[in-house]
DNA sequence: CCCGGTGAATGAAAGGTTTCAATTGAGCTG
DNA sequence: CAGCTCAATTGAAACCTTTCATTCACCGGG
C-alpha cells in the first residue's frame, strides 16, 4: 500500500522487481497471458496488487501510435436527440472496447474547431460528427492527416466521408400525408431558419406531399422561426392566432418537437382546442412529446441506431485496408398520438 | 503534404530536420517561443505547417506524468438536470484549458467502475462524479492512489472527498411551505424508491414544513413509486385519484419534475383541474418545465453553478499542496408558476 | 587582446509501455 | 549422452515529447 503523502507512480518495473521477473514478462501477463507459466502469472498479479499498479494509458498510446478512444462532436448538449444519438455511439464504442470523448460544440464553429483539434492530438480512433458547417474545410483536413470521421445526422454531396443520416424528405412527406388523409387541406409548415439543412429537407417533405394529394403547395402556411426551442414555438402559435380566421390553417406541422410543444402549450392557454381546433405534428419523438398534456404525434428517427450505426462505419473505415465511403440513410418513422386524432 | 497512402505520424524530429534546428528547438518554439529568435521561429512554424505537424498529446502527457484532461461519471446521461450539470464542468475545464472526459453509469455499478478504472488509467487529473452508491470502496481507493476525486450532487458524512451538493432538505421544505401558504391542509408527496437519498431528503424536508405549520405530518399522503419517471408520474396520479374524495389531496409535491410532468397530464386526461383540484409543485425546474400544458411551479438548483463549483474544487484539490476537503452546500429556490397559482 | 556575460541553440536523458529477437532450461529422441 | 525442440523468460529498442545542463557565438569593457 503506498503512503498517502508522495506519488511515485507504481511502473511495471517496479512490479517486476517485487515479483523478481523481468519487465517484459509483466507486460506478458497483461498482454499475451497464455505465453505465462500460471506460477509466473499469480506471482506477478500478486505484485501488481500489493503495490496498486494501475497501466500507464499514455504510455500504452504512445507505443501504440494511436488511442484506444474515439472522439463525438455533438452540436447540441441539451437536446435530447443528441443525448440519445451519444448513447448509441457509447454502446458500440464499449462493444469494441473504445472509451469516448464526448464534446460539446454548442453550434459555435469556434468551439468545434478547438474540440477537433484537441481529438486530433490525442490520436483518438476516429471521430464522429454532427458539424455546424458540413463544408468546414477542417472536416476534409482531419482525414487527410489520418483521422478518419463520420458524419452523423448530415449528408454531403462529395463522396468524402462516410455518414449516416435520416431522410428528413421522407419524414416530411409522412408527417403532411398524415394531415391530408385526416382531411386538411390548410395545413401550416412551422421551422427556421432555414439555413439548418433540416428544417428545408423537412419542408421539401411537406409540399412533395401536397404536390401528391394533387393540393396547391402554394398554399402551405409558413412560419418562419429564428430556432429550433420552445420559445420559438410560443412565438408561432401568436402568430398562428393572430391570422384571420378565413386564412387560419386546421393542422400544423413543426420541424421539430420542441417547436411543437411551445406552439401546444400556447395553444392551451388560449383555448385553442387540440386537436378539434388545430391539429399538431411534431418531430424527432423525444421523450416529452408522449408526455405533453396532449400527447403529440410525431416522426420518430432511430437515434440510438444511428448512433450505433456511426460508430460502426468509423470502426470499419479504421480496419478496413482499402476503405469506400459509405451513406447511410435510415427511415423515419410517423407515431400517432392525440394531437392529430381527434 | 503527405501522401494520403501510409501515414507515418510527423513529430518533432522531422520539423526540426527540415527546418534546419534541433529538436529541443521545435520543442522550444511549442513551449518557450520566448526563449527562440524570430527568424527562428518562422522557420519551424513554416515547417510545421508544411509537414501538417500535430502535437502528440500521449507523449506530452508520458513526459508530464499527468493529463490534461478532467472526467465526469454522471449518473443517468438522458436526463436534463445532469446534462446541465456537465454543462457547467465543461465551462470551468475550458477556462482552464483541460479537456472533459464525459461518461454514463446509467446508475449501474458496473459501468461505473469500469469508466472510473479507464479514467484512472488515463491519468486524468482528477475525477467529478455523481456516484450511484455513496459509499462504494472505490471512491476511497481513487483518491488514495492520487487521483482527487469530488462528488457531486450528494454528499456524505464522512470527511474525505470535496462535495458539492443542494440542500434538499430545504427544498422540499420551500415547496411544502408554499402549499401551506397557499391554505393547503391535505398534501401528498409523491417519489421513490426511498433508497435515493435525495428523495428521502425531500420528503424529509416536507414533513419539517408540516411541523413548522402546525399541521400533524401524519397527515402526508405519500405515493411512493419505482423511479423517477414520467411513467412513474402517470401511474402515481391513477393511484391519488384511485382515493376516497374525503382522503383525497389537494395538493401534490413531486421528488422531481418527471414525476410531476407525468402527474400532470394524468390529472389533464382524467379532467381534474390543475391547480383547481390539484396543486402541483415537482423539483429541479427542467426546461420542460415551464413549458408543460400547466406551466409547473418547481423547486430550482443551481445546475451550472454545481457543475463550476465542483470542477473549481477539484482542479484546487489538484493545484494545493496542503488540502482540506471542502463541502459546498447551495441553497434551492422556488419557482411559481400556474400549477399551484389559480 | 582577453574575459565575462548574454542570448540562442543543442543534445542527451527521462517518462512507462509493448514488441521481438535472442537466450535459457527442461524434457525428449535416437 | 549429444542434439534437438519447445515453452518460458529476458532485455533492449522504440514510440514522441519536454527539460535542462551544456555549448556556441558574439559583443562590450577593461
Do not use: W
Not at 441539451?78 to 454502446?91: K, L, W
Not at 474545410?137 to 455518414?163: F, M, Q, Y
Not at 428528413?168 to 431558419?193: K, N, S, T, W
Request: proline fraction near 4%; include cysteine; charge should be negative.
Amino acid at each position: 500500500m503506498v503512503a498517502s503523502g508522495e506519488h511515485r507512480a507504481v511502473s511495471v518495473r517496479d512490479v517486476a522487481a517485487l515479483a523478481k521477473v523481468s519487465l517484459g514478462t509483466v507486460s506478458n501477463v497483461l498482454n499475451h497471458p497464455e505465453a505465462v507459466s500460471a506460477a509466473t502469472q499469480a506471482r506477478v498479479q500478486a505484485a501488481m496488487a500489493e503495490l496498486g499498479f494501475v497501466r500507464n494509458e499514455s504510455a500504452r498510446q504512445l507505443r501504440a501510435g494511436r488511442s484506444r478512444t474515439l472522439g463525438y462532436v455533438m452540436l447540441d448538449g441539451s437536446n435530447p436527440f443528441f443525448t440519445d444519438v451519444a448513447r448509441g455511439i457509447e454502446e458500440e464504442a464499449e462493444a469494441n472496447d473504445l472509451s469516448l470523448y464526448m464534446c460539446n460544440s454548442d453550434n459555435r464553429a469556434e468551439r468545434e474547431l478547438s474540440y477537433l483539434s484537441r481529438l486530433e492530438q490525442q490520436r483518438v480512433q476516429g471521430i464522429l460528427i454532427t458539424p455546424s458547417d458540413a463544408n468546414a474545410p477542417i472536416l476534409d483536413e482531419l482525414p487527410r492527416r489520418g483521422t478518419p470521421l463520420v458524419i452523423v445526422d448530415r449528408t454531403r454531396e462529395a463522396d468524402t466521408h462516410c455518414s449516416v443520416a435520416v431522410d428528413d424528405v421522407l419524414g416530411g412527406e409522412l408527417a403532411v400525408d398524415h394531415l391530408v388523409e385526416l382531411g386538411h387541406e390548410r395545413i401550416a409548415f412551422v421551422g427556421g431558419p432555414t439555413s439548418i439543412g433540416q428544417v428545408r429537407e423537412r419542408r421539401e417533405g411537406a409540399f412533395k406531399a401536397l404536390a401528391k394529394a394533387g393540393l396547391d403547395p402554394d398554399r402551405l402556411v409558413e412560419v418562419e422561426t429564428n430556432g429550433l426551442t420552445v420559445a420559438e414555438g410560443r412565438g408561432a402559435g401568436e402568430r398562428l392566432a393572430g391570422l384571420p380566421v378565413r386564412g387560419r390553417p386546421s393542422a400544423v406541422f413543426c420541424a421539430n418537437d420542441l417547436l411543437a410543444l411551445g406552439l401546444l402549450q400556447q395553444c392551451v392557454s388560449m383555448r385553442i382546442r387540440v386537436p378539434e381546433d388545430l391539429a399538431i405534428v411534431g418531430y424527432d419523438d423525444i421523450e416529452f412529446a408522449s408526455a405533453a398534456a396532449v400527447p403529440l404525434t410525431s416522426v420518430r428517427q432511430p437515434r440510438r441506431q444511428l448512433g450505433r450505426t456511426a460508430a460502426a462505419l468509423l470502426l470499419r473505415e479504421t480496419r478496413d485496408r482499402d476503405h469506400r465511403h459509405e451513406k447511410v440513410l435510415f427511415t423515419p418513422e410517423l407515431v400517432v398520438r392525440r394531437s392529430t386524432r381527434s
